[in-house]
């Protein structure tokens, strides 16, 4: 009668709304497997949260006049799931941020600030904390291992569809663009298409825990070969400079845990051969360009060259528009208001500038809420008390692991060292799904350092393949 009665409403829905139909049914199927497996809501979660997907595939659905992600619901619920059901503790700095969200949050509808807009500022925040009590709970649990083939699948899959919307130009979830920078007065170019995806933040996750493990010699490069091949190809035609600031700060974690020279020189050799690699790519991309698929290679190698290394020099950031927007319109307006009220500041929801441009567009209905660098944003929002929070939350057990660690939990350190440096220059912690990946990462690096004096039980390191000799490291648990 169930399934009678489910199918109804199915149909009844696909003639309403295709796409809520859909919905509905993945609702379904997700509601039997976690009814018979209640640990496949932790998979599920990270799954619907990175998978890049084609952009006709439904990702959100409607909540009256709210827009919900399918991953929201989901990690929603393996916090009710891991509260119930592992018994590790939860940081007690975890409380103290959720506190500052809570009491600036009303502190912004006092002020009058406008309900949604609070709602824009916390709410990445929210899943934040949420994806670090769910991995301080079950980080260390047989779902960690578990959790490797996933990621495996997700990567795979997510550059299997970029591969495809890049030459195809399909549409994807995400961002797509030209990957020419946006410089003034320059002239149209057919440049590649810059693909930024939920995979794409992933595979930059993967790609930091992989390069301290190599680096510290915890695992051969050949033992993550099957993550690190999907997570390259994400992460290089994104065409993003923030990778590379990700990637150099993880490897120089792993120098600073490892303290060794032989980690430098083994650093030395691997900067060396990707160099020489992708210099013999940029060689012969051009001379391939008259073979089936040449053509494709070349203007990716050349987008590469041009935006991400080209961009990094200062001649190239005084006419880069992207970046002279966060300088001016960003920066140099955010800071006067943060010298209004620099140790509590102003509340979420608080607009720093005026609105500008078309009724609708990102500059006039959230650029005034928002910033790319995320610390000078925290501190317009909740003052040098929010940033102290924050930086006690995530900042200060990637330094404990820094200094005492086994050598295995570095990989979750340098990755959470590397979030930490990118959210310089783009706000890991309130973007999507960013602030869920960065806060899993972060509960890890609690799960690993936390209570020294208690037994030992094996660990899993996320993202690592089964039987590798970094796939094990040893933690002390509850």
Same mark, same amino acid.
């Given at each position: 009668?169930?399934?009678?009665?489910?199918?109804?409403?199915?149909?009844?829905?696909?003639?309403?709304?295709?796409?809520?139909?859909?919905?509905?049914?993945?609702?379904?199927?997700?509601?039997?497997?976690?009814?018979?497996?209640?640990?496949?809501?932790?998979?599920?979660?990270?799954?619907?949260?990175?998978?890049?997907?084609?952009?006709?595939?439904?990702?959100?659905?409607?909540?009256?006049?709210?827009?919900?992600?399918?991953?929201?619901?989901?990690?929603?619920?393996?916090?009710?799931?891991?509260?119930?059901?592992?018994?590790?503790?939860?940081?007690?700095?975890?409380?103290?941020?959720?506190?500052?969200?809570?009491?600036?949050?009303?502190?912004?509808?006092?002020?009058?600030?406008?309900?949604?807009?609070?709602?824009?500022?916390?709410?990445?925040?929210?899943?934040?904390?949420?994806?670090?009590?769910?991995?301080?709970?079950?980080?260390?649990?047989?779902?960690?291992?578990?959790?490797?083939?996933?990621?495996?699948?997700?990567?795979?899959?997510? #550059?299997?569809? $970029? *591969?495809? +919307? %890049? @030459?195809?130009?399909?549409? &994807?979830?995400?961002? /797509?663009?030209?990957? =020419?920078?946006?410089?003034?007065?320059?002239?149209?170019?057919?440049?590649?298409?810059?693909?930024?995806?939920?995979?794409?933040?992933?595979?930059?996750?993967?790609?930091?825990?992989?390069?301290?493990?190599?680096?510290?010699?915890?695992?051969?490069?050949?033992?993550?070969?099957?993550?690190?091949?999907?997570?390259?190809?994400?992460?290089?035609?994104?065409?993003?400079?923030?990778?590379?600031?990700?990637?150099?700060?993880?490897?120089?974690?792993?120098?600073?845990?490892?303290?060794?020279?032989?980690?430098?020189?083994?650093? #030395?050799?691997? $900067? *060396?051969? +990707? %160099? @020489?690699?992708?210099?013999? &790519?940029?060689?012969? /991309?051009?001379?391939? =360009?008259?073979?089936?698929?040449?053509?494709?290679?070349?203007?990716?190698?050349?987008?590469?060259?041009?935006?991400?290394?080209?961009?990094?020099?200062?001649?190239?950031?005084?006419?880069?528009?992207?970046?002279?927007?966060?300088?001016?319109?960003?920066?140099?307006?955010?800071?006067?208001?943060?010298?209004?009220?620099?140790?509590?500041?102003?509340?979420?929801?608080?607009?720093?500038?005026?609105?500008?441009?078309?009724?609708?567009?990102?500059?006039?209905?959230?650029?005034?809420?928002?910033?790319?660098?995320?610390?000078?944003?925290?501190?317009?929002?909740?003052?040098?008390?929010?940033?102290?929070?924050?930086?006690?939350?995530?900042?200060?057990?990637?330094?404990?692991?820094?200094?005492?660690?086994?050598?295995?939990?570095?990989?979750?350190?340098?990755?959470?060292?590397?979030?930490?440096?990118?959210?310089?220059?783009?706000?890991?912690?309130?973007?999507?799904?960013?602030?869920?990946?960065?806060?899993?990462?972060?509960?890890?690096?609690?799960?690993?350092?936390?209570?020294?004096?208690?037994?030992?039980?094996?660990?899993?390191?996320?993202?690592?393949?089964?039987?590798?000799?970094?796939?094990?490291?040893?933690?002390?648990?509850?």
């Amino acid at each position: 009668m169930l399934a009678t009665a489910g199918s109804a409403i199915f149909a009844a829905l696909s003639v309403v709304s295709p796409s809520t139909a859909l919905i509905g049914f993945i609702g379904i199927i997700v509601f039997v497997i976690v009814l018979k497996k209640p640990d496949a809501l932790i998979f599920l979660t990270l799954a619907s949260a990175t998978i890049t997907l084609p952009a006709f595939v439904p990702t959100s659905f409607s909540a009256g006049s709210v827009t919900v992600k399918l991953y929201e619901p989901l990690l929603m619920l393996s916090v009710v799931y891991s509260a119930f059901r592992y018994k590790n503790r939860a940081p007690m700095a975890l409380g103290a941020f959720a506190i500052l969200i809570l009491g600036w949050g009303a502190a912004g509808l006092l002020a009058g600030h406008e309900p949604s807009k609070i709602i824009y500022d916390t709410r990445n925040l929210i899943m934040l904390l949420a994806a670090c009590f769910v991995a301080c709970k079950v980080a260390g649990t047989d779902i960690t291992k578990r959790l490797v083939p996933w990621v495996t699948v997700v990567l795979w899959v997510s #550059a299997a569809m $970029t *591969l495809l +919307a %890049s @030459a195809t130009s399909l549409p &994807l979830s995400g961002r /797509s663009e030209e990957a =020419a920078l946006p410089v003034s007065g320059a002239a149209a170019t057919d440049s590649a298409l810059r693909l930024i995806s939920p995979g794409t933040h992933l595979a930059l996750a993967v790609l930091c825990v992989a390069a301290v493990l190599v680096v510290a010699k915890k695992c051969r490069a050949k033992d993550v070969l099957q993550l690190v091949l999907p997570a390259v190809f994400l992460v290089f035609v994104s065409f993003s400079r923030n990778s590379i600031l990700g990637i150099s700060v993880a490897i120089l974690f792993a120098l600073l845990a490892s303290r060794n020279v032989r980690s430098t020189s083994r650093t #030395a050799v691997y $900067t *060396l051969c +990707a %160099s @020489a690699a992708f210099w013999i &790519l940029t060689i012969s /991309s051009s001379l391939l =360009a008259n073979l089936p698929g040449g053509a494709w290679v070349d203007k990716q190698v050349g987008g590469f060259s041009e935006r991400v290394l080209g961009g990094l020099t200062s001649d190239t950031l005084a006419v880069d528009n992207s970046a002279q927007f966060r300088f001016q319109m960003e920066n140099a307006l955010i800071i006067p208001r943060i010298e209004e009220s620099p140790l509590l500041g102003h509340g979420f929801g608080y607009a720093y500038k005026l609105p500008s441009g078309v009724p609708g567009s990102f500059t006039a209905d959230f650029a005034p809420y928002y910033a790319h660098n995320f610390y000078l944003w925290i501190l317009v929002k909740a003052g040098a008390l929010g940033l102290i929070l924050f930086l006690w939350l995530a900042l200060a057990p990637t330094l404990r692991l820094l200094r005492t660690g086994p050598i295995s939990s570095h990989a979750v350190g340098g990755a959470t060292a590397a979030l930490l440096a990118t959210s310089f220059v783009a706000p890991i912690p309130i973007g999507s799904p960013t602030a869920l990946i960065f806060g899993a990462l972060i509960g890890c690096c609690y799960a690993f350092q936390n209570s020294q004096s208690q037994s030992q039980t094996r660990v899993v390191v996320p993202y690592l393949k089964p039987g590798s000799r970094a796939a094990v490291a040893t933690l002390r648990r509850s």
